[in-house]
């Protein structure tokens, strides 16, 4: 009996934590500020960090919404993957001319993500690996994004509206697109990268030094 319940303790055990491996709360952009129609900025909270989000893109976009308006970011197509929450309120980017977007942030990020509404048979691509997170039935109805041969970016066949992450540490985002309607995203991230103690950057530097002496010595010995 003893033996019976530590397996039920230890199978609960491990599906809690599997489960909360895969549960992901994305900080997601805070749009406040659009001058042109190529261009937005706003800021995205992790902790209490506030880092900043630029958007630029060579193709003029159709709107960017950064207070009240229409709420795109309903359905199940946000959170049916590991992201725990959808974007929220009404925040959004509409591109509509194609061309370059390139996203920029303040700092470091880790695994950003990116939200789509409506990608609509768009070819898309990030000149990076990305990985499909979700997607599903969206404010526009529902669609599949089928990824590309290097898995670099994808086609939407249909009304494309998910959430897909880009594995790794970035300062910038790059990608193409091709001219629609309208296809709207918005941008998130899983957290920031550490930024190195004084004391750890110094031993660094110290460290570095040592071996570029040793070598150096090793040299003249021989």
Do not use: C
Not at 175 to 183: A, D, K, L, N, R
């Amino acid at each position: 009996m003893k033996r019976i319940i530590q397996l039920a303790v230890g199978s609960l055990i491990a599906t809690f934590f599997s489960a909360s491996a895969f549960a992901v709360t994305v900080s997601w952009t805070d749009w406040t500020t659009s001058t042109d129609s190529f261009s937005a900025s706003g800021d995205l909270l992790v902790g209490s960090t506030t880092v900043g989000v630029g958007y630029s893109a060579t193709g003029a976009h159709s709107f960017v919404t950064t207070g009240a308006g229409t709420n795109f970011w309903t359905g199940s197509a946000y959170t049916n993957g590991t992201v725990d929450n959808a974007p929220p309120a009404s925040d959004i980017v509409a591109l509509s001319t194609g061309g370059t977007v390139t996203i920029t942030f303040s700092q470091t990020v880790v695994d950003p993500y990116i939200g789509l509404v409506s990608w609509n048979g768009n070819t898309v691509d990030f000149g990076v690996p990305i990985v499909i997170d979700s997607f599903g039935p969206g404010y526009w109805g529902s669609g599949t994004p089928v990824l590309n041969g290097t898995s670099t970016g994808f086609f939407g066949s249909g009304e494309v509206h998910g959430v897909i992450r880009l594995p790794g540490s970035f300062d910038s985002i790059t990608f193409t697109h091709v001219s629609e309607g309208w296809h709207g995203f918005t941008v998130g991230v899983a957290g920031i990268a550490p930024v190195p103690e004084p004391e750890t950057y110094a031993m660094l530097l110290a460290g570095l030094g040592l071996l570029g002496f040793a070598a150096r010595r090793k040299k003249a010995n021989a």
